[in-house]
Antibody, heavy 125, light 108 residues
Framework: QVQLQQWGAGLLKPSETLSLTCAVYGGSFSGYYWSWIRQPPGKGLEWIGEINHSGSTNYNPSLKSRVTISVDTSKNQFSLKLSSVTAADTAVYYC???????????????????WGQGTTVTVSS | EIVLTQSPATLSLSPGERATLSCRASQSVSSYLAWYQQKPGQAPRLLIYDASNRATGIPARFSGSGSGTDFTLTISSLEPEDFAVYYCQQRSNWPPSSFGQGTKLEIK
């Protein structure tokens, strides 16, 4: 059974860089997109971006200038960096496996079926 | 960017009742829509994919319908463990993918 385990610094000062890593255990790393999602306290979910095993990325335009998602296939891990953080970046950050299936041109979307446990990141001076 | 609007914001029902949650997209997302359930302190759980298909292990009381811009999640008979927040998510015309703001299903 696939499991995602994530870790990273939980307390940052404004202008610092958020850095989180998510490790994939018990399943294939290739053939999927791997996503980061965040949830500010008491609010809804926001998609940050994604990467596949070959390093192809997509980012939320609202965060694109500050976000970098990278992959280390030798360790079955992917990472998130968010630069110049402010209090508005305070949130629980999740990693997730994002699944598509089918064949072109009729790809179908399965959804984010496996999630990490979440990491609470607080930005405060 | 496609905006998903969920209604109602809060739904108060009793166990055994039927729940109907709505998700409306600002433009067509075809059937590229998923539903998630989130309980306090937990990560979201995938319920429905492709707008109307139950994900693996999801009970039959959960069903999804719709295509284009209007979607519905129905829980046929509420169990105590179903009281949670529900989100819809679209994967059409991305990036970005986007989520609705959520519907809180609370016990009446």
């Amino acid at each position: 059974q696939v499991q995602l385990q994530q870790w990273g610094a939980g307390l940052l000062k404004p202008s610092e860089t958020l850095s989180l890593t998510c490790a994939v255990y018990g399943g294939s790393f290739s053939g999927y997109y791997w996503s980061w999602i965040r949830q500010p306290p008491g609010k809804g979910l926001e998609w940050i971006g994604e990467i596949n095993h070959s390093g192809s990325t997509n980012y939320n335009p609202s965060l694109k200038s500050r976000v970098t998602i990278s992959v280390d296939t030798s360790k079955n891990q992917f990472s998130l960096k968010l630069s110049s953080v402010t209090a508005a970046d305070t949130a629980v950050y999740y990693c997730a496996r994002d699944v598509w299936f089918g064949e072109p041109p009729r790809w179908r979307y399965y959804g984010m079926d496996v999630w990490g446990q979440g990491t609470t990141v607080t930005v405060s001076s | 960017e496609i905006v998903l609007t969920q209604s109602p914001a809060t739904l108060s029902l009793s166990p055994g009742e039927r729940a109907t949650l709505s998700c409306r997209a600002s433009q067509s997302v075809s059937s590229y829509l998923a539903w998630y359930q989130q309980k306090p302190g937990q990560a979201p759980r995938l319920l429905i994919y492709d707008a109307s298909n139950r994900a693996t292990g999801i009970p039959a009381r959960f069903s999804g319908s719709g295509s284009g811009t209007d979607f519905t999640l129905t829980i046929s008979s509420l169990e105590p463990e179903d009281f949670a927040v529900y989100y819809c998510q679209q994967r059409s015309n991305w990036p970005p993918s986007s989520f609705g703001q959520g519907t809180k299903l609370e016990i009446k």
